[in-house]
């Protein structure tokens, strides 16, 4: 496992006082990717059930337009909607960096250019407070000069238990060292989701193997006498479409995408687009609108908190049920087997939400009306004792009613 693990020496530079941590509780922030709200009651998962029964529970959480991972795991650990840190989508472009992210490529992953806020591991490291990641979105940035004290690089193919192995470790490690912020990633329920649709026996599967990583970590967590608060969230929900020409909204046919002064980046469920002639492309593609809006930047709904140059000069949005793709193609024998995705408007779309379950020393327990995910981080930074930076989006009092001293 160590092989994995990097050990942050920035820390130096900021000259922090780590004699206060002793004093902090424990959050383990776990993300089980793309488990959507009702998955509990779909599927009768044992352990999630155990502790949702146990802890206080949202009926969903919403996730920030887009609901995308990238976007919405950073949004969790800054309190800012994705337009205002930065990550706007799992891909996008800069148009003053002259420089397209994609959460594939790891040179502009690691690139601190592209981040904003101060993610929960740094606000704790600032404040005297060790933290580590196994896995999170921005993790793998030095952003502001800043890593998490552990970290590691993202492999899918790392086994669930082992991330839990290590949290335990990190866990067991001596106080001066011990990180009291850790975050927790799981990718196997968005996977299948994507797969094989919302109904499907394979989702359901994926579901309960989810669950018997959750009854192990807490069972591992049992074996460590510390205040562990234990946070279960997910980025968004899933929604079921079908595999057939109709489905898609192909981009190649609305304008001419081989024109290089246009560059587009789709995420399936919208588009964005740069181009210095957005007043007539937009013209062109809004006569062709079916299933889908054109968004000039300026005209995007308020909520989206999307007026940013890296959301696109215009923004082409699905109707949920259909799915953006570049070109058209052919569908051979996959035609009309379900699959899922996401990236809808989750302020429309209930498919979209997804999970808060908390259990812990400091968490009262009930059932919490659904809530945008921006009230996550100053949550978190409350139970830890830390003071939230200006101006994030997140407010304590969304969740002020499930804290306990
Ligand atoms: P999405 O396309 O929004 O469904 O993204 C989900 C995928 O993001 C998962 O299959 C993960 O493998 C991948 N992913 C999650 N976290 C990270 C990360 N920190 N770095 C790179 N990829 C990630
Ligand atoms: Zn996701
Ligand atoms: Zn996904």
Redesign the pocket.
Known sequence: MKRFVFFCFCLLAWNVDYAQQKYTPYVILVSF??FRYDYVSKFNPPNFKEFINKGAAAEGMIPSFPS???PN?YTLVTGLYPGHHGLVD?SFYDPSLHKLYS??DKSV?SDTAFYGGTPLWQLAQQQGIHAASF??????APIKGMMPDYSLV?N?AVPNEERVNQTITWLKLPEEKRPHFISL?F?LV??EG?KSGTNSDDLRKAVWKADSVLGYLVNQLNTVDLPVNIILVS??GMYELKQEEATYIVLSKLYDATDTSIITSNGGTQAHIYTRKADSLYNVIKKQESHFKVYKRSTMPKAWHYNVPRAGDLLIVAEPGYYIQDKARAFGNLKSTAFGV??YDPGVVKEMRGIFYAMGPNIKPGTIKPFENVHVYPFVAHILGLKTPAGIDGDFNVLKAYYKR
């Not at 896995?135 to 793998?140: I, K």
């Open positions: 990717d793309g995308k991972t990238f795991h799992n959460m594939k992953v896995f999170w979105v921005g993790s793998e993202y899918e990633y990718s968005d996977s994507h980025d968004h996401h990236g």
